[in-house]
């Protein structure tokens, strides 16, 4: 399609962006225990190193930042957008570049801020925190293309927003068979 085309196809609708965020999830444990559980087990087991916590969330960010920039510079889908035909695309209907990318991928972890607030407000205690972080992430930040009140047909969330991206949800027959 060229990006003329997919400028006028209409913004996925919540339970479509909620579904392939659920799958994303899904599918981050996967990338998440290659790229990080593998390595740390490792250097604890042979080595007897653990890595401090922040050194440990920034290592993570930067996989979790690697995965989604790759992604979407490169067809502007990851695996689970693939499969519920959302595309990430900029205002002109093109690809994303890396700078594009990479901000989206900045804003769009935007969520954990209030997660931290709560968590601090809320004392909340271990599974709870878990319980919140997915709560958010799949429910609430979607909920933010309820905010685009300037074009209700083509509501962006506010992480699209911020880095001049849009999501698209693709028709049937765009779907590729790779």
Request: glycine share 4%.
């Amino acid at each position: 399609m060229t990006p003329a085309e997919l400028n006028v196809l209409p913004a996925p609708q919540f339970w479509r962006r909620v579904s392939c965020t659920l799958y994303e999830q899904l599918v981050l444990l996967g990338v998440i225990a290659l790229t990080f559980l593998v390595p740390n087990l490792a250097l604890g087991i042979l080595l007897g190193i653990s890595l401090p916590s922040w050194l440990t969330f920034l290592y993570l960010y930067a996989v979790l930042g690697a995965y989604f920039v790759w992604y979407w510079t490169k067809s502007g889908q990851t695996l689970a957008m693939q499969t519920w035909r959302v595309r990430i695309i900029n205002q002109n209907g093109n690809a994303l570049d890396r700078r594009q990318a990479f901000w989206r991928y900045v804003y769009g972890s935007l969520w954990i801020f209030p997660c931290i607030f709560l968590q601090a407000v809320l004392q909340l205690q271990k599974w709870q925190i878990i319980e919140m972080l997915f709560t958010v992430a799949l429910f609430i930040w979607p909920l933010s293309i309820y905010l685009d009140r300037a074009n209700p047909l083509a509501r962006q969330s506010l992480p699209d927003r911020f880095a001049g991206t849009k999501l698209i949800e693709l028709p049937k027959s765009a779907v590729r068979l790779s």
